[in-house]
C-alpha cells in the first residue's frame, strides 16, 4: 500500500495542450450524464489515432470515464480534455478540470471504497491505477483539476 503525504495536492506538474488547434486536443463540456459517454469515446479514439494498444486504449477510456462522472456527480459540471504531449516520450494526458466544491480530504477521496454519493468509491484510485501518472489539486470552494498520463510504450 502507498501512504499518500497529507497535502491538498499530489503534485502540481500539470502538462498542457501545445494549442487549441492540435488535432491530437479533444475537449468535451461535461454538464449532463450523455457527456460521461461522449468524453469516454473521444478520449478512446485519440489513444487509438496515437498508437496505443486496444487495452491501454480502453484504460484510456475507463479512466476518461471515472473522470467525466466525477466532473458531473461532484463536480457541478466542467471540461474532460485529452492530448497527446512529448516530454520527452510520447503520452496522452487526461485533465479534468472543475469550478465544484473542491475535495475536503484528498488522501480519503484517493482510498478505495470512499464514497460520499453511496457508490463503490473506485472512481478516483480507479483511475490512479489504470494510468501511469495521476495527479490532482483541490482547494475547498474553488474546485478541482485532476491530470492523470499514460506513457506511449511502442512495440
Request: glycine share 10%; charged share 15%.
Amino acid at each position: 500500500m502507498i501512504a499518500l503525504p497529507a497535502l491538498r495536492s499530489v503534485s502540481m506538474c500539470f502538462y498542457a495542450p501545445v494549442s487549441v488547434e492540435d488535432p491530437h486536443l479533444v475537449k468535451v463540456p461535461v454538464s449532463s450524464e450523455i457527456h460521461i459517454m461522449e468524453a469516454s469515446r473521444r478520449a478512446r479514439w485519440l489513444a487509438e489515432e496515437m498508437g496505443f494498444n486496444r487495452i491501454a486504449a480502453y484504460h484510456i477510456a475507463t479512466a476518461a470515464s471515472e473522470l467525466a462522472a466525477n466532473l458531473f456527480f461532484h463536480g457541478r459540471g466542467g471540461t474532460l480534455s485529452a492530448f497527446m504531449i512529448q516530454d520527452p516520450a510520447v503520452g496522452l494526458v487526461l485533465l479534468a478540470e472543475d469550478q465544484g466544491p473542491g475535495i475536503a480530504d484528498l488522501a480519503l477521496a484517493l482510498t478505495d471504497g470512499y464514497s460520499t454519493t453511496g457508490s463503490l468509491g473506485c472512481g478516483l484510485p480507479g483511475v490512479r491505477r489504470l494510468m501511469d501518472q495521476f495527479d490532482i489539486c483541490s482547494e475547498l470552494g474553488a474546485g478541482c483539476q485532476v491530470q492523470a498520463v499514460k506513457w506511449l510504450i511502442r512495440q
